[in-house]
């Protein structure tokens, strides 16, 4: 029986505050989606006031808080570590981070054709807040809520 990659424990989801890294989050993020990020928009979005992230080896979680509210801008798992729990335990800290910042709620949007994200986001207790028509190059996406502070399961 093949052996399934081991997911890193939390205590290796590290806040990431290296701009000259960006090409290091950039390479995660075109591991993940067809329409990546480059590093010039990584770092351009860390520089920004109340922007944070949380690295790991196969995934990072990008996101800003600001007037009281946060809000996730990307989550990137790779391919080989979803469905492991990595994606939540980011998630976790982010949100964990944007409370401490002072932010009441949590927003993210996430295509309607995205089962497993919709079913991670569920479990932390998003609730759907709006939709956007064509959000993701004609795909339409939700918009998620999170009041803060949350309780996990």
């Known amino acids: 029986m ?12 590290a806040p990431f505050n290296a701009v000259s890294g960006a090409h290091v ?8 989606f067809p329409q990546p990020w480059d590093a010039a928009a990584i770092s351009a979005l860390l520089v920004t006031p109340g922007t944070f992230a949380y690295a790991h080896d196969d ?6 808080a600001t007037a009281g509210e946060a809000e996730i ?9 979803r ?24 927003f993210l949007e ?6 497993a994200a919709l079913a991670l986001y569920a479990g932390l207790g998003f609730t759907k807040a709006g939709s956007r028509k064509g959000y993701y ?5 939700l918009v998620l809520r999170l009041p803060l502070p949350a309780n996990f399961a």
């Open 137 to 141: 190059r004609g795909v339409d996406a």
């Open 59 to 64: 995934g990072f979680v990008l996101a800003r």
């Open 25 to 32: 989050l950039a390479a995660l993020h075109a591991t993940c």
């Open 2 to 13: 093949p052996s399934c990659p081991v997911v890193k424990p939390l205590s290796d989801i």
């Open 73 to 81: 801008l990307t989550l990137a798992v790779t391919p080989a570590a």
């Open 83 to 106: 469905g492991k729990g990595l994606g939540r335990r980011l998630l976790q800290a982010a949100i964990k981070k944007a409370h401490e910042m002072g932010a009441g709620a949590m």
């Open 110 to 115: 996430v295509g309607v054709d995205n089962p």
